[in-house]
Nanobody, 115 residues
Framework: VRLVESGGGSVQPGGSLRLSCAAS????????MSWYRQAPGKERELVAR????????NYADSMKGRFTISRDNFKNTVYLQMNSLKLEDTAVYYC?????????WGQGTQVTVSS
């Protein structure tokens, strides 16, 4: 299983970024996918989750209305559209899945929100 995130960067408050996670090594369309983030000195937290078909999504309360998770099962890719970014959204963002009884993580992509 391989998960490769991209799309991070630096942005001003109120800006937007779109993260991508390219998956390989498993049958992507069969598994839910998640985005997590970890800020300096804090524990990793769930950002959003999407089911295998893309029909059901869940978000952490602080991301509702600002972030959108989606997936393309033909491209084996999951996305995180982040709008109205805040200083506190600064973190390393990871995509993750659970398959064959264990969790897999990408290497993460840094998102920095600063003025």
């Amino acid at each position: 299983v391989r998960l490769v995130e991209s799309g991070g960067g630096s942005v001003q408050p109120g800006g937007s970024l779109r993260l991508s996670c390219a998956a390989s090594g498993f049958t992507f369309s069969r598994y839910p996918m998640s985005w997590y983030r970890q800020a300096p000195g804090k524990e990793r937290e769930l950002v959003a989750r999407i089911d295998s078909t893309g029909s059901t999504t869940n978000y952490a309360d602080s991301m509702k209305g600002r972030f959108t998770i989606s997936r393309d099962n033909f491209k084996n890719t999951v996305y995180l559209q982040m709008n109205s970014l805040k200083l506190e959204d600064t973190a390393v963002y990871y995509c993750s899945t659970v398959t064959t009884g264990r969790a897999y993580w990408g290497q993460g992509t840094q998102v920095t929100v600063s003025s």
